[in-house]
């Protein structure tokens, strides 16, 4: 699986590339087979005023399907990554459940 890490109006740290790299691969870890590549995007909407504005968004290429992009915005930028991870992580087993579901069906013979 390829991964990549943008950022848009700040430097990426390497305390900040590794906790995202840390999280992603837990999140992703177990169903990385069907992943082609995935990337993560960090933003800081407002800049240096503050408030809700960072945004963690991600994209897994997944082979044969439609992509999944999940997004977050939160005051802090750790907890926008940590909650759109896990949501990462639910929306790819949901889909993998229903493709699971689907291929048994006998229907679909």
Do not use: W
Not at 29 to 39: K, L
Not at 50 to 78: F, H, P, R, S
């Amino acid at each position: 699986m390829q991964f990549k890490i943008q950022t848009n109006g700040f430097a990426l740290t390497d305390s900040l590339r590794s906790y995202t790299t840390r999280r992603m691969q837990f999140a992703l870890d177990r169903n990385d087979g069907h992943i082609m590549s995935a990337r993560v995007r960090l933003s800081d909407i407002n800049g240096p005023r503050g408030g809700v504005d960072k945004c963690c968004q991600i994209d897994l290429a997944l082979a044969g399907q439609n992509n999944i992009v999940i997004e977050d915005t939160e005051a802090d930028l750790y907890v926008a990554i940590d909650r759109a991870s896990d949501r990462c992580k639910r929306t790819l087993a949901r889909r993998l459940e229903r493709l699971r579901e689907h291929s048994h069906d006998p229907a679909f013979l």
